[in-house]
T-cell receptor
Framework: ETGVTQSPTHLIKTRGQQVTLRCSSQ?????VSWYQQALGQGPQFIFQ???????GRGNFPPRFSGLQFPNYSSELNVNALELDDSALYLC?????????????FGPGTRLTVT | GESVGLHLPTLSVQEGDNSIINCAYS??????FIWYKQESGKGPQFIID?????DKRQGQRVTVLLNKTVKHLSLQIAATQPGDSAVYFC?????????FGAGTTVTVRA
């Protein structure tokens, strides 16, 4: 396994609500990225954090925000949920000083918005 | 803009045969081109990558080929096994950001 864990595994929310998803990566992995994977599609980059600062963002609105903590854990927060936010949310960590292509993905959180 | 896509959404392979999965890309500025494997209920798993200045790289049972002239990437899996059944994504990497294509579902027939 990758050593990256995510919680919760599944989550059901109502449109307009807010949600917080959590990720825990390995010691020494100080870069974490979050991806959204819609059913039948490839993951789409949301944003990346390095040493607790946002370090790049994909084409997602500001209601998608994140935090990274010194203990190699991170959060993805989504406000004002929309039906189209239903997806698998993946976090991926990168070990410091290694190949940036080799990212360690967690199993994901399946979010359903009704 | 960035665009990574796969030629075929599905591929059925006889166990023991070689598999070839293809991908076309449009962004020539990427640093690396990568293959990931995603099994049901799991996150993507890194298989192999190739730097943009290379044309071939071999790993254990896998080979990645990069043709920059036609912007084409392929993954060859030798002696395909039942455990190779999964969705395979090509991706490009630039500044630690991965851009994925839609994926090819590989099914291995016994």
């Amino acid at each position: 396994e990758t050593g990256v864990t995510q919680s919760p595994t599944h989550l059901i929310k109502t449109r307009g609500q807010q949600v917080t998803l959590r990720c825990s990566s390995q010691s020494g992995h100080n870069t974490v990225s979050w991806y959204q994977q819609a059913l039948g599609q490839g993951p789409q980059f949301i944003f990346q954090y390095y040493r607790e600062e946002e370090n790049g963002r994909g084409n997602f609105p500001p209601r998608f925000s994140g935090l990274q903590f010194p203990n190699y854990s991170s959060e993805l927060n989504v406000n004002a949920l929309e039906l189209d936010d239903s997806a698998l949310y993946l976090c991926a960590s990168i070990e410091s000083g290694t190949n940036p292509s080799e990212q360690y993905f967690g199993p994901g959180t399946r979010l359903t918005v009704t | 803009g960035e665009s990574v896509g796969l030629h075929l959404p599905t591929l059925s392979v006889q166990e023991g045969d070689n598999s070839i999965i293809n991908c076309a890309y449009s962004n020539s500025a990427s640093d690396y081109f990568i293959w990931y494997k995603q099994e049901s209920g799991k996150g993507p798993q890194f298989i192999i990558d190739i730097r943009s200045n290379m044309d071939k790289r071999q790993g254990q049972r896998v080979t990645v080929l990069l043709n920059k002239t036609v912007k084409h990437l392929s993954l060859q899996i030798a002696a395909t096994q039942p455990g190779d059944s999964a969705v395979y994504f090509c991706a490009e990497s630039r500044n630690y950001k991965l851009s994925f294509g839609a994926g090819t579902t590989v099914t291995v027939r016994a």
